[in-house]
Every structure is written in structure tokens, then in C-alpha cells.
């Protein structure tokens, strides 16, 4: 079994006529590669009506029902619910609502950051509903970059440490930034897991990962590059991992992380 | 046809420590993915000031492969007597060398650039030019090196009707605007790496493929800062012919190879 715990798809209100297309891309490679089964986000309008990082409660619940309807249509997608924080009372009717119709997940992208106290509600609610949050991460953020309130690793490791009994998926490690700050953020902070997926795809990122965290902490993950996805997967099966670790991280940690029963 | 990998490299990376930079590595590597050939550089030469004494060091580093490892030295056109260099790399069979204008603080299409791609097109030696070594979000606070900008490529191919340029690193934008910016005579002149394009689901290798031409790209890795597989997992993502595939691999390289 391999399961991609970052994939994302479109929808026709997302501002791309090819939006039909790069879905189909997806499974499409998805089945290349062997994919068993995609955990998804829609990113609200992909900034059509409302910005991505930025999405307006109308445009994360129209995303929210596209992607149950993929998840009908598609028995090897599931899905992640994309809330906006800072409409606190709609993120939280869609959560319980989406995980009631069968998300198995949280996406929190970077609308508030991962640190501030707005988000403790969602992060309880997580706990409580055993469903992992997936949060996007701009390795060692320096300084605010334009569209996004983005978030690093001390800052999600925050989070985590207020909720010891909510699980979180720091979201591609090769995504952009310095990948070994998060490294050693999250080496202290044992309910956070790595995605490694991104166009990054550093030799030391990998080795480095693999030897600080250990295969336990490491789920795989493609997010808008399966081709690099792809590439890491190999890699890691030729670095001298058992089958018993490479096993975990292609599936047994993401069985782990979310709810019991998600991936039968 | 051999399968060759056109941005390897040895040695240490000055802005972090690399687990791997030794041409064992390198020859382990791509004897695990099936690379017969690599045209490499020696990473420290980045920041070096002259450039003489790490080409020396980079024959040392891969002399005992020399039927897999074939070294491309640099050149720094702004340095007194930077012929002598080249003279070097050519005496040396090198095929081809490395230019870091970005890392010089030289114009990319500048004076000294011109006047190098204009001596190593009449010694019938390819330039390799890298967009970027690294993503800009995560280098060093100090790595202040400029990308390559797409126009410098332009401009330097523009500036003789001999050169032949090889750009590694580049993306879908930067290719299309460099491609399309150029006559079809210039293009045939210029050669890609497809390792920082992306495949699926946007798939911009193979819509370049189509749109720019199969002909026009050649495999690179980035080893060892990038590993190679991710390469090799685009041309698997493809629904290309063997044929087509052969030429990605490296039969283009050997065409534009053949046409000084």
C-alpha cells in the first residue's frame, strides 16, 4: 500500500479551464506510481473569488463539497476538510460536518499563524475526533512573504505542544525554505509528523530526515509534484532502509496518524 | 548512446554540510539508476576566487574514473589571463565549461560573458550556465549569488552565431521565455537539463517536449545536493517512445555534442 497524505485537486470554480485534466493527471500518475489511496484538499477557489492562503468560509465549503463528491466518484480519494481560521465558528461547523460525511482530516493552510491562540479550538477538536492536522509549513520563514500568513516549524510545534493529544502533519519538507530547521524543531516534538513531499529534493534533506527522526516520523507525499514524490520514494528504497521502515512510511505511519478504519 | 548526466558534481557545498560529495558516491549512484556518464563540476569552485587551483583539484577528485567521470572546469572571464583556464579545459578534453556569472558579480550577457562565449565557440566548447544551484527560499542568508536571469541566455546566444550553451536548472517559464524569445537557428544552439521541470499533474516536460521540442533537452541530476531518481522518475511519468526517451537520455546531448 502507498498512500500520498498531501495530493490536492481542482474543481470548475477554480479559475483553470484544465481543471479536468489535472485531476485525471493525477490518478492518472497516481496509478503509475501505485498510489493506493490520495488524501486530498481543494484550496478553496484557488484564488478565483478569495485568495488561496486566504479563503473566504463561501469558497472553503463549495471546495469542501467538491471534494466529497470526488470522494464519492473516486473510492481511492479521501479528504482533508480546508477551513479559515479566522472565521472560527464556520471552521468549526465544517469540520465536525466534513468529518461526519467522512473526511478523515484537518488542511489548515496559512491564513492565521500555526502559533496563535484562534487556533486552539480547531487543534481540540482534532484531538477529540482523532483526525490529523495538516499544516502547511514555510521552512525557517525569515520574514512574511506576500499572500500568506505562513507558518514555520517553532511555530506549529507551538501548537502541538498546547495539544499533546492531537496529531499534526507538518506539511512538505521540500515544499521551500531551510528543511533543516524544521528538522530540528520537530526532532523535540513527538506529535508531529514530516511530509516529505515537494519539489525539493535534496540528498541530505532525505538522509537527514531518515537519521534525526527515524522512519516513524515520516509519511510520504507528493503535493504538486508526483514526479519528485515519485523520485524520493526511490531514493529511500535504495538508502539501505528495511522493508519493515520503508513500509511505515509508505503507509503504516499515515494508518497511525489517522483515524483507525481510514484506509480499509 | 550513452546515458549521460550532463550537472553532476563533486566535493563539499559551502553553504551546508552534503552527506555525500565524493566521486565514489557519484559512481555508486549512478551505477544504482543506470547513468553511464557524468559531466562534472567541483562544487567548492563556487566561491572560489580563482578558479585555477579547484579545476586542478577536480581532476584529482575523479581521476580514477576517468571512463565515467569527465570534469568541466570553470572559467571566470573577469580574471587577468582567464584564457590560459580555458586553454586548460580544452587540453584537457574537457567537453565543455562551467561559467557562475551570479556568483563573479558579473553580468550575465556582460562584457567579460561575451568575450568568454566567444572564445569557447571558436575552440568549439560548450558554456554550461545553472539557473540556480538552490531554490531562492532556502539558501544560506548569505549565499547573495543572483539566479540567471532568461534574458542573459537570450543575449549570449544572440552574441555569437557559434556558441552552444547548455542551461541546467531552469524551469518551465524560463525555457519557454528563452526558447520562444530566439530564432529557430539559436535554439538548435542551446541545450536543456530537464531536472527542475515538473511533471505530473501540471506536466510541463511534456508539454515542452511538444511545444519547444524533444530535441532541445538532456538528462541532468544535481547530484550530489539533488538526488537523481526524481530525474528519472519524469522520463517514467512520460508516454514517450523508447526512441524518444533514448534522446532524452542522451542522444540529444551527443547531436549537439557533434555540431561544432
Known amino acids: 500500500m502507498l498512500i500520498d497524505v498531501h495530493a490536492h485537486f481542482f474543481t470548475e470554480f477554480s479559475g483553470r479551464s484544465d481543471w479536468q485534466t489535472l485531476n485525471s493527471a493525477r490518478l492518472q500518475a497516481g496509478a503509475r506510481i501505485g498510489i493506493t489511496v490520495h488524501v486530498a484538499s481543494i484550496l478553496g477557489s484557488w484564488g478565483a473569488r478569495s485568495p488561496v492562503y486566504f479563503p473566504s468560509p463561501d469558497d472553503v465549503a463549495r471546495a469542501n463539497d467538491a471534494l466529497i463528491e470526488l470522494m464519492q466518484d473516486h473510492p481511492e480519494i479521501r479528504g482533508y476538510c480546508v477551513v479559515n481560521p479566522n472565521f472560527i465558528e464556520h471552521a468549526m461547523s465544517e469540520i465536525a460536518r466534513r468529518i461526519d460525511q467522512g473526511m478523515i482530516g484537518i488542511k489548515l493552510a496559512a491564513s492565521r499563524r500555526a502559533d496563535d491562540f484562534l487556533l486552539d479550538p480547531i487543534a481540540r477538536l482534532a484531538g477529540q475526533r482523532s483526525v490529523p492536522i495538516l499544516h502547511h509549513v514555510w521552512h525557517h520563514r525569515r520574514r512574511d512573504w506576500p499572500g500568506q500568513e505562513a507558518s514555520d516549524a517553532m511555530e506549529l510545534a507551538h501548537l502541538a505542544e498546547r495539544h499533546p493529544e492531537t496529531r499534526f502533519i507538518l506539511a512538505h519538507l521540500g515544499g521551500g525554505g531551510d528543511w533543516a530547521h ?46 519528485t514524490a515519485w523520485g524520493k520514494l526511490r531514493y529511500l528504497e535504495a538508502s539501505g532502509a528495511t522493508p519493515a521502515e520503508l513500509d511505515l512510511i509508505r503507509c503504516g505511519n499515515a494508518r497511525q496518524v489517522f483515524p483507525g478504519g481510514a484506509f480499509q | 548512446m550513452r546515458v549521460t548526466d550532463v550537472a553532476a558534481f563533486v566535493g563539499e557545498y559551502p553553504y551546508r554540510e552534503l552527506t555525500h560529495s565524493s566521486a565514489d558516491w557519484l559512481i555508486r549512484q549512478m551505477d544504482r539508476v543506470g547513468i553511464e556518464r557524468a559531466w562534472v563540476g567541483y562544487l567548492p569552485t563556487l566561491l572560489h576566487r580563482d578558479p585555477a587551483p579547484s579545476n586542478a583539484r577536480l581532476h584529482q577528485e575523479i581521476a580514477s574514473y576517468p571512463a565515467r567521470l569527465a570534469a568541466v572546469p570553470v572559467v571566470h572571464p ?46 568549439g566548447l560548450p558554456i554550461i550556465l545553472t539557473v540556480k544551484i538552490e531554490d531562492l527560499r532556502q539558501r544560506h542568508p548569505l549565499d547573495v549569488g543572483t539566479d540567471l536571469a532568461a534574458s542573459a541566455v537570450r543575449n549570449l546566444m544572440r552574441s555569437d552565431s557559434e556558441l552552444r550553451l547548455l542551461v541546467t536548472h531552469a524551469d518551465r ?3 519557454e521565455e528563452v526558447h520562444f524569445g530566439l530564432t529557430p537557428r539559436e535554439s538548435e544552439r542551446l541545450l536543456w537539463d530537464f531536472s527542475w521541470i515538473w511533471g505530473p499533474p501540471e506536466n510541463h516536460l511534456a508539454l515542452l517536449l511538444t511545444t519547444v521540442g524533444i530535441e532541445r533537452f538532456t538528462l541532468g541530476t544535481g547530484m550530489p545536493l539533488r538526488i537523481p531518481d526524481s530525474a528519472l522518475a519524469k522520463l517514467d511519468l512520460l508516454d514517450i517512445a523508447d526512441s524518444e526517451r533514448s534522446k532524452l537520455l542522451g542522444g540529444n546531448l551527443e547531436s549537439w555534442s557533434a555540431l561544432s
Open chain 2, 78 to 123: 573577469g580574471l587577468p589571463r582567464w584564457e590560459q583556464d580555458l586553454n586548460a579545459a580544452i587540453e584537457a578534453g574537457a567537453p565543455a565549461v562551467r561559467a557562475y556569472p551570479g556568483y563573479y558579480a558579473l553580468d550575465a550577457c556582460g562584457p567579460e560573458m561575451r568575450v568568454l562565449a566567444a572564445a569557447a565557440a571558436a575552440a
Open chain 1, 182 to 227: 524544521s528538522l530540528r524543531v520537530v526532532r523535540e516534538t513527538p506529535n508531529v509528523w514530516i511530509d516529505l513531499s515537494g519539489s525539493g529534493i535534496d540528498v541530505d534533506m532525505l538522509d537527514r530526515a531518515f537519521d534525526l527522526l527515524g522512519a516513524s516520523r515520516l509519511l510520504w507525499g507528493s503535493d504538486i509534484t508526483m514526479d
Open chain 2, 173 to 175: 517559464s524560463f525555457v
